[in-house]
């Protein structure tokens, strides 16, 4: 028996369009055709009898095309030569229409029929599409016109602008849990059209990294005064104005997780880079610092002595005090409960069971990659906790925190930084409950990570494997990145097998510089047909007169926006003094929607952002944690 079911062969969107019926233009033009007919009839019948009264109702001499049939049926015996003269008025003008309906058929069955879809879907979003993604609030409905409601308005972090038919400039803004990457060259303008307007609006909490400062000067006093924002700005190579932020205060001493976070601690130190631990140096510095922060970590907790990085460094470069002795006294100490910690017994009994010139080398290794905090000013704003990481997401008042680094000490700072940027994707993101089969929320303030260049740290396997995860935990990344090289770089980036694309639900991107980001965003905007004529004339060129002309359609396949295209976007107008003047194009990417060509939004061209950002910066950073200095040590109260 054979099945009635026909082969889905719907090629791209049309799998989800309606399949068609029977044409319904066809039979409505017959009809018509056939009621011109009457209508005809009708009024010459009408004319020929002077538009008598007996005719009936009439508007200005114009009588219900029909009118006729009913006519017919009173008088035709009386007068059959009016009516067949009506008649035949009315059946050339329906053989007229009909004749019409013919020839447009066989031109229609005879034409060339294009796909759309043949070899690709691909287009440019509109109004609709962009609302539907989420970047545009939707238009208000009849009955909220009606009513007087005002319409849904737009929140969240901005990711670009759009120009509709009429000129007007919207601001495309998501507000969704899902991630952002961004890809914009050096100066071409990504922190005055995306990263200032996102800290001038975003009202939850949010960790910046911020190079020289001008977020905090533009942004920190809106989010202060007006967002009722705690602003914190960390600094640790100034000597005035930035907030304490001790890492070791950040271990959980004395539950299950301490040792796992003294090794993630200890890998960062001896890893600043994100290369990994190669050399055996690394590995057995790793584990000796493992055990001597536990150590200083433990003593402090029973005896009130410093628990710091610095510490740490003074304790292993102490000249005089053997070495012999620190490892005597961290296999004999009592750490908890009277005995010792098997991990920091078991670092000390492996630096002592080293030969000498091994031991020397394992140390001096643990040492350099403390040398940061052998500068006074590192070392005093890292001596303590004005706030902890949980106070991000848990103050009663949402927290910005801005990471503040100077060009001339962004290297030196980078494991600083990792350090910080590790604590808080690890420690925020640590523990979720479920009610009814959903999750529980264990914060008061969403948190926002907008990372400036991040490569530039160096590849942190936490954020390239939590990006899945932590938008369950209230926590929303907008990473920038200059272009596809620099996130994808074997050796300063996250390797060819990336998964941060794969995780980030909106990417925009800006004129690239590289060919290899245009075909990336080239290939994220897909793939289009388009139809190709072709005309061929044969003979003379006088042939076309004779009809000896053949036209050719031909569905072709090529990219929305090929390499070179997006290569040669029109970028922003800047002036003399390299100041941006007018914006330039720019590309969104919203996952499941068409690609968006937009525009670049800039802040100082908006009145409201302007004001925001005019509000001077505060002058001290605010302090979420008191720390009573004491003479021999630091105690800190809430």
């Not at 009708?42 to 009264?53: E, I, N, W």
């Not at 500068?375 to 902890?388: G, H, I, Q």
């Not at 396997?461 to 990473?479: D, H, M, P, R, T």
Request: proline share 6%.
């Amino acid at each position: 028996m054979i099945s009635k079911d026909k082969f889905n062969n719907a090629v791209g969107p049309q799998v989800r369009a309606k399949k068609p019926g029977v044409g319904k233009l066809i039979p409505a033009l017959s009809l018509l055709s056939i009621g011109v007919g009457l209508a005809a009839s009708t009024q010459y019948f009408a004319y020929d009898f002077k538009y008598q009264d007996v005719l009936g109702p009439h508007y200005n001499h114009i009588y219900a095309p029909w009118s006729i049939l009913t006519w017919a049926n009173k008088w035709y015996g009386t007068y059959p030569d009016a009516f067949m003269r009506a008649g035949s008025i009315g059946v050339l003008a329906t053989g007229v229409g009909l004749l019409g309906l013919v020839i447009t058929k066989m031109i229609q069955a005879n034409s060339a029929k294009a796909n759309e879809y043949l070899h690709g879907s691909a287009r440019w979003a509109n109004k609709k599409d962009i609302q539907a993604s989420g970047l545009l609030p939707r238009s208000r409905t009849l009955l909220e016109v009606v009513t007087g409601k005002e319409a849904p308005s737009s929140s969240g972090v901005y990711v670009g602008a759009w120009v509709d038919d009429k000129g007007v400039q919207h601001y495309l803004r998501h507000s969704g849990p899902e991630h952002v990457l961004t890809y914009a060259p050096t100066r071409s303008g990504k922190g005055v059209g995306l990263v200032v307007p996102t800290l001038l609006s975003w009202g939850a909490s949010t960790v910046v990294t911020d190079l020289k400062g001008e977020l905090w000067a533009l942004t920190s006093g809106w989010r202060q005064k007006h967002a009722r924002n705690k602003v914190l700005r960390f600094e640790p190579a100034t000597t005035a104005g930035s907030v304490r932020w001790n890492p070791l205060d950040e271990i959980r001493i004395g539950t299950e997780y301490e040792v796992g976070d003294v090794q993630n601690l200890a890998t960062l130190i001896v890893d600043p880079d994100g290369k990994g631990l190669d050399s055996h140096w690394q590995k057995t510095s790793q584990a000796l610092l493992v055990g001597l922060i536990m150590h200083v970590l433990y003593k402090s907790k029973n005896e009130g002595t410093p628990a710091t990085l610095p510490e740490v460094d003074r304790i292993l470069a102490d000249p005089d005090r053997d070495l012999g002795e620190l490892w005597m006294e961290m296999t004999t100490y009592s750490h908890s409960d009277g005995r010792n910690h098997p991990v920091v017994g078991s670092a000390a009994r492996d630096m002592m069971d080293r030969p000498e010139e091994e031991a020397g080398s394992v140390l001096s290794t643990a040492k350099s990659y403390l040398a940061l905090y052998r500068d006074p000013v590192v070392a005093r704003n890292v001596s303590a906790s004005e706030f902890k990481v949980k106070d991000l997401m848990n103050h009663d008042n949402p927290v910005s925190l801005f990471i503040v680094t100077q060009p001339n000490d962004k290297a030196r700072l980078r494991p600083l930084v990792r350090v910080l940027i590790n604590m808080i994707v690890r420690l925020l993101a640590d523990k979720m409950d479920f009610d009814k089969g959903r999750p529980v929320a264990h914060y008061n303030h969403r948190l926002l990570m907008m990372l400036d260049e991040f490569p530039s740290l160096g590849k942190l396997e936490i954020l390239q494997e939590s990006l899945a995860f932590v938008a369950g935990y209230g926590i929303k990344c907008y990473l920038i990145c200059q272009d596809i090289n620099q996130l994808k770089s074997r050796e300063t980036g996250y390797g060819p097998d990336e998964t941060i694309t794969s995780n980030c639900h909106v990417q925009n991107a800006y004129p690239p510089n590289r060919v290899e980001t245009a075909e990336h965003l080239s290939k994220l905007t897909g793939q289009t047909t388009v139809v190709k004529e072709q005309i061929t004339t044969s003979g003379r060129r006088t042939s076309a007169m004779l009809g000896q002309v053949s036209r050719t359609m031909q569905e072709v396949q090529r990219p929305l926006l090929t390499p070179d295209e997006c290569l040669r976007m029109p970028g922003p107008i800047k002036t003399a003094s390299g100041d941006i003047a007018q914006a330039g194009d720019m590309v969104v990417y919203v996952a499941g929607y068409p690609a968006i060509y937009g525009k670049q939004p800039l802040y100082f061209k908006d009145p409201v952002f302007q004001a925001r950002a005019a509000i001077p910066a505060p002058k001290v950073s605010d302090k979420l944690r008191v720390i009573q200095e004491q003479a021999e040590a630091e105690a800190i109260t809430l």
